[in-house]
């Protein structure tokens, strides 16, 4: 069982930073990897970077690349994504999600997570 807990959302002008955070509860913490997905208003939810167990491996959807970095530190049991740049397309609700399985191949499939945060809220203004 792994239990996951966003935070770190919140309104910001476009081209500021926001840092989210994900807690994650469970001993097996290290050895799953973690992703990132955000849903705006009226769309659906979409991939957005995901990060190997051991930080060995890292992905992102296009329309971050260069602006957002994901990162662990398995000893506090936490991911952090790190949104520098923000641009109001960035807005929405951004969930924290542990892969189904241990030693996994990281993915950009949401059904391949099987542990998910509340989510934490992001608005960016124009």
């Known amino acids: 069982q792994v239990q996951l807990v966003e935070s770190g959302g919140g309104l910001v002008q476009a081209g500021n930073s926001l840092r989210l955070s994900c807690a994650g509860s469970?001993?097996?913490?290290?050895?799953?990897?973690m992703g990132w997905f955000r849903q705006a208003p009226g769309k659906e939810r979409e991939f957005v970077t995901t990060?190997?167990?051991?930080?060995?491996?890292?992905d992102y959807v296009d329309s971050v690349k260069g602006r957002f970095t994901i990162s662990r530190d398995n000893a506090k049991n936490t991911v952090y994504l790190q949104m520098n740049s923000l641009r109001p397309e960035d807005t929405g609700v951004y969930y924290c999600?542990?892969?189904?399985?241990?030693?996994?191949?990281?993915?950009?499939?949401?059904?391949?997570?099987?542990?998910w945060g509340q989510g934490t809220q992001v608005i960016v203004s124009s």
């Open positions: 990060i190997s167990w051991d930080s060995a491996r890292t």
């Open positions: 999600a542990a892969h189904t399985r241990l030693w996994a191949a990281i993915s950009r499939a949401a059904n391949e997570y099987g542990y």
């Open positions: 469970g001993r097996t913490f290290s050895r799953y990897n």
